[in-house]
C-alpha cells in the first residue's frame, strides 16, 4: 500500500520557521515527482513547491511565487521530501499536502495533510 505521511506542522510566529517532511513508503519514488500544496479555509488547494527528476541525478525545483526566496523544497534518498519554510507569514497558514506523481504534474498519490498556523 503505497502511503505518504507529512510532519513537522504546528504553531509559529510571524518570522519564524518551520520544516515539513513527507515520508513515503510502499514504493520506491526515486524518478516520481514529488511536492507540497497547501490549502487555506475557504480557499482552494494551490501548488507550494515540487522537486521532479531531470536526469543525470539531479533533480529540477519549482516554487510558488508567493513563497520563492522563503520555501526550499528538497528531497533525500530515502523517499522523503522536505518543505523548509522560513519568514513565516499569517498568510502561510493552511493545512499543507504532500504528493507524488509518476508524469509530472500529475499527481498520483496524496498525503492527509498537515496544518501549519502562522500568528501574527
Known amino acids: 500500500q503505497v502511503q505518504l505521511v507529512e510532519s513537522g506542522g504546528g504553531l509559529v510566529q510571524a518570522g519564524g520557521s518551520l520544516r515539513l517532511s513527507c515520508a513515503g513508503s510502499?514504493?520506491?519514488?526515486?524518478?516520481?515527482?514529488m511536492g507540497w500544496f497547501r490549502q487555506a479555509p475557504g480557499k482552494e488547494r494551490e501548488f507550494v513547491a515540487s522537486t521532479r527528476w531531470s536526469g543525470n541525478n539531479a533533480y529540477r525545483a519549482e516554487s510558488a511565487d508567493s513563497v520563492k526566496g522563503r520555501f526550499n523544497i528538497y528531497r533525500d534518498a530515502k523517499n522523503t521530501v522536505y518543505l523548509q519554510m522560513n519568514s513565516l507569514k499569517p498568510e502561510d497558514t493552511a493545512v499543507y499536502y504532500c504528493a507524488a506523481g509518476l508524469l509530472f504534474p500529475t499527481w498520483d498519490y496524496w498525503g492527509q495533510g498537515t496544518q501549519v498556523t502562522v500568528s501574527s
Open positions: 510502499g514504493r520506491a519514488f526515486t524518478t516520481y515527482a
